[in-house]
Nanobody, 125 residues
Framework: QVQLVESGGGSVQAGGSLRLSCAVFGYTTSSYCMGWFRRAPGKEREGVASIYTGTGSTAYADSVKGRFTISHDNAKNTLYLQMNSLKPEDTAIYYC??????????????????WGQGTQVTVSS
């Protein structure tokens, strides 16, 4: 049905930038919720940001607000996460996810229908 393919992870120095991509294949509607989550070693998975493609409405975790920007390119069927001013605490495996419903309580990871394979982001101090 739906496949999410992530790219763009890597290593960067603190204060640097990185752009993650998540290509969406096989979706059947143009309006859905997409989110970015991350999991650091020894910590629970946490929501980073979300976007509802029908309206462009976005939401961010307080820890990344002002530094990260989530966007969706409808023409390319691709989700992005632009990460600026990266900090060592941003180091984690980042996952993109898709939910056919709206983005209410977007930070609840169990509600999403599809997940990407994850991409490693490492920020050195």
């Amino acid at each position: 049905q739906v496949q999410l393919v992530e790219s763009g992870g890597g290593s960067v120095q603190a204060g640097g930038s990185l752009r993650l991509s998540c290509a969406v294949f096989g979706y059947t509607t143009s309006s859905y919720c997409m989110g970015w989550f991350r999991r650091a070693p020894g910590k629970e998975r946490e929501g980073v940001a979300s976007i509802y493609t029908g309206t462009g409405s976005t939401a961010y975790a307080d820890s990344v607000k002002g530094r990260f920007t989530i966007s969706h390119d409808n023409a390319k069927n691709t989700l992005y996460l632009q990460m600026n001013s990266l900090k060592p605490e941003d180091t984690a495996i980042y996952y993109c996810a898709l939910d056919w419903a709206g983005c209410g309580r977007w930070y609840m990871s169990d509600r999403y229908n599809y997940w990407g394979q994850g991409t490693q982001v490492t920020v050195s101090s």
